[in-house]
T-cell receptor, first 114, second 112 residues
Framework: KQEVTQIPAALSVPEGENLVLNCSFTDSAIYNLQWFRQDPGKGLTSLLLIQSSQREQTSGRLNASLDKSSGRSTLYIAASQPGDSATYLCAVLELNNQGGKLIFGQGTELSVKP | KAGVTQTPRYLIKTRGQQVTLSCSPISGHRSVSWYQQTPGQGLQFLFEYFSETQRNKGNFPGRFSGRQFSNSRSEMNVSTLELGDSALYLC???????????FGPGTRLLVL
């Protein structure tokens, strides 16, 4: 059974710092991995999608890496800003002939202090 | 392109009642999935529909059911509500499996 773990559960940093969020998964048979952002009481906003054959994806100040063999992904945020404060979730997509489902980690709650 | 929409946004029900939630996917997306989010369990997969057929189901009791219409809109129904069903229910749609899943704003259900 696939399990996704995110460390740390919470993180507080001063504005301008670079930071790394970690995600690990137990079964390497994933189709892809997505990083999401969730603001309090809101839905999920997709940040980056990495296919299982890829090693990394970049969007602006965000960079996500994927190492399937070790079951790890990281989300790097450069030059953090107070507007980056949110909960960050990683999810792996399991796909079979019955369809697909995302399996989520518990999230990292990020607070960026001005 | 309009995003995923969910209605209603908030609901208050009492134990034993039933509820129906609605989700309209992004135009052209045929896959719609439902997830339940609670503080204790996090985000958990409920089911996935594709072309009006349920393709995948999570580990939830039979009180949770859904359907998808020919226009890809989906509904989720929960019967005989329990206090533990209080949660944020999120709907997501996607094109192909390689594509991003896009989530709606969710329906917050409170069961009293």
């Amino acid at each position: 059974k696939q399990e996704v773990t995110q460390i740390p559960a919470a993180l507080s940093v001063p504005e301008g710092e670079n930071l790394v969020l970690n995600c690990s998964f137990t079964d390497s048979a994933i189709y892809n991995l997505q990083w999401f952002r969730q603001d309090p009481g809101k839905g999920l906003t997709s940040l980056l999608l990495i296919q299982s054959s890829q090693r990394e994806q970049t969007s602006g100040r965000l960079n996500a890496s994927l190492d399937k063999s070790s079951g790890r992904s990281t989300l790097y945020i450069a030059a953090s800003q107070p507007g980056d404060s949110a909960t960050y979730l990683c999810a792996v997509l399991e796909l079979n002939n019955q369809g697909g489902k995302l399996i989520f980690g518990q999230g990292t709650e990020l607070s960026v202090k001005p | 392109k309009a995003g995923v929409t969910q209605t209603p946004r908030y609901l208050i029900k009492t134990r034993g009642q039933q509820v129906t939630l609605s989700c309209s996917p992004i135009s052209g997306h045929r896959s719609v999935s439902w997830y339940q989010q609670t503080p204790g369990q996090g985000l958990q997969f409920l089911f996935e529909y594709f072309s009006e057929t349920q393709r995948n189901k999570g580990n939830f009791p039979g009180r949770f059911s859904g359907r998808q219409f020919s226009n890809s809109r989906s509904e989720m129904n929960v019967s005989t509500l329990e206090l533990g069903d209080s949660a944020l229910y999120l709907c997501a749609s996607r094109g192909s499996a390689r594509e991003t899943q896009y989530f709606g704003p969710g329906t917050r259900l409170l069961v009293l």
